[in-house]
């Protein structure tokens, strides 16, 4: 059973920093491209990181310079660090491995304050 498991949400203020982990299971992790995605209220799901499985990491243009996805390949674990968070960063964010698309956790929730 495929299953991702995201945490470490959670409420800062402008210029804070969190790190998000998601816990994937059922795939064959090493493998596979992860990817993080947000959905903010009234807005589309986005793609925010992805990362290779040699770990190479893409980002949307939004966020660049100010997060890092990486992977721990033996936890099957994907990571987000997110520094310099504004208040349009506050969205619900998912992990997501593309080759198992239709597969999403329920999401970790992170608030941005002013």
């Known amino acids: 059973q495929v299953q991702m498991v995201e945490s470490g949400g959670g409420l800062v203020q402008a210029g804070g920093s969190l790190r998000l982990s998601c816990a994937a299971s059922?795939?064959?992790?090493?493998?596979?491209?992860m990817a993080w995605y947000r959905q903010a209220p009234g807005k589309q799901r986005e793609l925010v990181a992805s990362?290779?499985?040699?770990?190479?990491?893409n980002y949307a243009d939004s966020v660049k310079g100010r997060f890092t996805i990486s992977r721990d390949n033996a936890k099957n674990t994907v990571y987000l660090q997110m520094n310099s968070l504004k208040p349009e960063d506050t969205a619900v964010y998912y992990c997501?491995?593309?080759?198992?698309?239709?597969?999403w956790g329920q999401g970790t929730q992170v608030t941005v304050s002013s």
């Open positions: 990362i290779t499985s040699a770990g190479g990491g």
């Open positions: 059922g795939i064959a992790f090493s493998l596979n491209v």
């Open positions: 997501n491995a593309p080759n198992y698309a239709r597969y």
